[in-house]
């Protein structure tokens, strides 16, 4: 109840141990909503943030439901889920923004 909308759905596919081709997935995931960003998350995954506050939760849930079909991590749905943050440290490590397209933007 804290949370009065969901801007963004973030998804990571942590169970792929390969880089490139969580990015493929992420790609294909693309095609469906513009990702927007991709976050390192200084670890073993790659995070991307897909705009949603233009679309329905019925929309959202649809498309989350891709993802997980895909291999995403199921939990991250929640709306207060924490998540890697852009310029966030791990483990000493910075979590860079890999990919970025502001045009995604609706």
Same mark, same amino acid.
């Given at each position: 109840?804290? %949370?009065?909308?969901?801007?963004f759905?973030?998804? =990571?596919?942590?169970?792929e141990?390969?880089?490139?081709?969580?990015?493929?997935?992420h790609?294909?995931?693309?095609?469906? %909503?513009?990702?927007? &960003?991709?976050?390192?998350?200084? !670890?073993?995954?790659?995070?991307?943030?897909?705009?949603?506050?233009d +679309?329905?939760?019925?929309?959202?849930?649809?498309f989350?439901? +891709?993802?997980?079909?895909?291999?995403?991590? =199921?939990? %991250?749905?929640?709306?207060? +889920?924490?998540?890697? &943050?852009? !310029?966030? &440290?791990?483990? !000493?490590?910075?979590?860079?923004?890999?990919?970025?397209? =502001?045009?995604? &933007?609706?």
């Amino acid at each position: 109840n804290n %949370i009065a909308s969901r801007r963004f759905i973030v998804v =990571e596919f942590d169970k792929e141990p390969d880089k490139m081709n969580q990015s493929r997935l992420h790609g294909f995931l693309s095609e469906s %909503i513009p990702c927007v &960003m991709v976050v390192d998350s200084a !670890g073993k995954s790659l995070h991307g943030w897909y705009p949603v506050y233009d +679309k329905t939760e019925s929309q959202a849930a649809a498309f989350f439901g +891709k993802a997980v079909a895909l291999g995403a991590d =199921e939990t %991250i749905y929640d709306k207060a +889920k924490l998540v890697r &943050m852009p !310029g966030g &440290m791990r483990d !000493g490590k910075r979590q860079r923004v890999v990919y970025w397209d =502001e045009e995604a &933007m609706p």
